[in-house]
Every structure is written in structure tokens, then in C-alpha cells.
């Protein structure tokens, strides 16, 4: 079996490209929440708390994930036991967003809420639990469940930073506008 560096080099330009994209739109996350925040979204600390901080915690594990595989490890039990607690912390997390959702005051979830937001991170940090505990048998279909899990937690993140945006734009209350106020 080659050594565990050589294993995990293999998938050194997957990791760099999700890593960087993860960490580029964690960066564009905290630009959108910025330029938003003057427009008064209807919504509170609670719905941030539940959809808002999620998504840069999904874009923030994929990059820790991104980093964990591109770490030189010298044996391969390491790099599965810290994939294995960052899978069990992303359980629990999940778990912390579900009460979230559940106790929002202002926006009441609907069912593609509830597959973004709970049930499709879920699946991805079990992935990485399930994975990364294999994967300290030897490396095999497990590196791809891990990347498919990165990739999954990146396009959740995607969804939500769009479907966040979106509901804060047309949610706004309208202001009547008199003809003087319009703009060309």
C-alpha cells in the first residue's frame, strides 16, 4: 500500500478547487450579509441563526475538509479520526439548526427548507462520520465518499446564500413612491 501522502496527493487539485471556492464564497457570504443589512429584512436574529450562519458553516467545513485532505499526513488513522470529529461536530451542528428552524418566529420553514437547510447537511456530515471511520481500514470508495460530502456541503451552500438572498430582496416592504422619488 503506498504511503498515505502519496494516496491523499492524488486528490490534490479536487481539494484545492473546492477549498478555494468554499473559502471565496464564505468571503462573498459576509459581502451579501453586509450590503443587505441596510435594507431591514424581515427577519430576526432567529431565522439568521437558522439559515443565515449555516450556509458560511458549510462553506467553512468543506474548506476545513479541503484542508484536512491536503494536510501531509504520516498515517492514514490520523486523517480519519479528525474527518471522523469534524463529521460528528457537523451532526450536532445540524441538529442545533433543526431547533433553530423549528423555533423561528418570523419565517416558518417549508419542506425545501427542511431538505436544504437539515436534512441534505445531514447526509453530508454522516457521510464524513461513516467515511472517515472506514477509511482507517484503508483508503478506497471512502475518499470518494469524503469528496462527494465536500462537494455536496459546497452546493448547499450555494442554494442557501442564493435562496437567503432571494427571499431578503423580494421580501421587502414596498414604500409607496411619489413621482419625485422615482429614479430614471
Same mark, same amino acid.
Given at each position: ?12 487539485? !479536487? #481539494?484545492?478547487?473546492? *477549498?478555494?471556492?468554499? /473559502? ?5 457570504? !459576509?459581502? %451579501? ?5 441596510? &435594507?431591514?429584512?424581515?427577519? /430576526? &436574529?432567529?431565522?439568521?441563526?437558522? !439559515? *443565515?450562519? =449555516? ?12 484542508? @484536512? ?18 463529521? *460528528? ?6 441538529? @442545533? ?9 418570523? #419565517? ?6 427542511? %431538505?436544504?437547510? %437539515? ?21 478506497? =470508495?471512502?475518499?470518494?465518499? @469524503?469528496?462527494? /460530502? ?16 432571494? #427571499? @431578503? ?6 414604500? =409607496? ?8
Amino acid at each position: 500500500m503506498p504511503p498515505e501522502s502519496s494516496i491523499f496527493s492524488a486528490w490534490e487539485s !479536487f #481539494y484545492v478547487i473546492v *477549498g478555494s471556492s468554499a /473559502g471565496a464564497l464564505t468571503g462573498l457570504q !459576509f459581502v %451579501v450579509v453586509t450590503l443587505v443589512a441596510d &435594507m431591514r429584512p424581515r427577519s /430576526g &436574529m432567529s431565522e439568521i441563526n437558522a !439559515f *443565515g450562519t =449555516p450556509t458560511v458553516v458549510h462553506f467553512c467545513a468543506a474548506l476545513l475538509i479541503s484542508a @484536512i485532505l491536503s494536510a501531509p499526513w504520516h498515517r492514514l488513522e490520523s486523517a480519519g479520526a479528525t474527518l471522523a470529529v469534524c463529521g *460528528g461536530l457537523g451532526i450536532g451542528y445540524t441538529l @442545533i439548526v433543526t431547533n433553530r428552524a423549528r423555533h423561528a418566529t418570523l #419565517y416558518h420553514p417549508v419542506f425545501e427548507d427542511w %431538505v436544504w437547510h %437539515v436534512i441534505l447537511p445531514l447526509v453530508a456530515y454522516v457521510d464524513f462520520l461513516i467515511a472517515a471511520l472506514l477509511l482507517q481500514r484503508g483508503p478506497g =470508495p471512502e475518499l470518494f465518499a @469524503i469528496g462527494g /460530502g465536500a462537494l455536496l456541503l459546497l452546493f448547499i451552500g450555494i442554494h442557501n446564500a442564493w435562496d437567503t438572498v432571494t #427571499y @431578503i430582496a423580494l421580501s421587502q416592504d414596498e414604500e =409607496p413612491r411619489t413621482p419625485e422619488a422615482k429614479r430614471p
